[in-house]
């Protein structure tokens, strides 16, 4: 089965600044997605932003971006502009593109506190 | 579109007493799947259908939880009897055929407590 490892269980950024969120994963497969979920105190999961294995290039989203090694297996996550509404759980997941495998995997989590 | 819709927010029973909990998925997606969310387990996924049928239930804890999808707009998870153990927050989430987009959207989960 893949799995997803976040080693950083929590994390603090000065507001404006610009901070880091590591994950990386296990996989044999080819083709697949991953993903950056944000977990605000309301419990909501939301989608910030998600990779196609198959692209070379980073996805981004406004002040997210993410800085996908293929070869290594990392899939780190760049705020810029830290903003105190950035505060949050923030979830890194896989999921596969390949026929019979659909489950999103998780990984344990970064708890990101915005200093102001 | 409302997004996938979850009930009851909340819910706080005894030990013993039958849990059901709802979901309504996001209209036209293929996929359903239930999640577990507690501290020390993180989140994990206990079942997913695909056009309404059981596809993987292997995360199924035991018999006590069981789930059901009897239509594409509505689905259940039901616990019978509960246990304090069962206490966690419980998200349902759908998705298109993941050629799509590949991504699951959550509903804002249902946080139950067992006394």
């Known amino acids: 089965a893949q799995t997803v490892t976040q080693s950083q269980p929590e994390m603090s950024v000065q507001e404006a600044e610009t901070v880091t969120l590591s994950c990386t994963y296990d996989t044999s497969e080819s083709d697949y997605y991953l993903f950056w979920y944000k977990q605000p105190p309301s419990r909501q999961m939301i989608l910030v932003i998600r990779?196609?294995?198959?692209?070379?290039q980073n996805a981004t989203e406004n002040r997210f971006s993410v800085n996908f090694q293929k070869a290594a297996k990392s899939f780190s996550l760049k705020i810029s502009d830290s903003q105190l509404g950035d505060a949050a759980m923030y979830f890194c997941?896989?999921?596969?593109?390949?026929?019979?495998?659909?489950?999103?995997?998780f990984g344990t989590g970064t708890r990101l506190t915005v200093i102001p | 579109d409302a997004g996938v819709i979850q009930s009851p927010r909340h819910e706080v029973t005894e030990m013993g007493q039958e849990v059901t909990l709802r979901c309504k998925p996001i209209?036209?997606?293929?996929?359903l799947f239930w999640y577990r969310q507690t501290m020390m387990r993180g989140l994990e996924l206990l079942i997913y259908?695909?056009?309404?049928?059981?596809?993987?239930d292997s995360g199924m804890p035991e018999d006590r939880f069981s789930a059901k999808m009897p239509n594409a707009s509505f689905s259940t998870l039901k616990i019978q009897p509960s246990e304090p153990r069962d206490s966690a927050v419980y998200f349902c989430a759908s998705s298109l055929q993941q050629a799509i987009t590949g991504e699951l959207f959550f509903g804002e989960g249902s946080r139950l407590t067992v006394l």
């Open positions: 990779q196609e294995a198959y692209k070379q």
């Open positions: 209209s036209g997606h293929d996929y």
């Open positions: 259908f695909n056009n309404n049928v059981p596809i993987d």
């Open positions: 997941a896989y999921r596969s593109a390949e026929t019979g495998a659909n489950n999103l995997f």
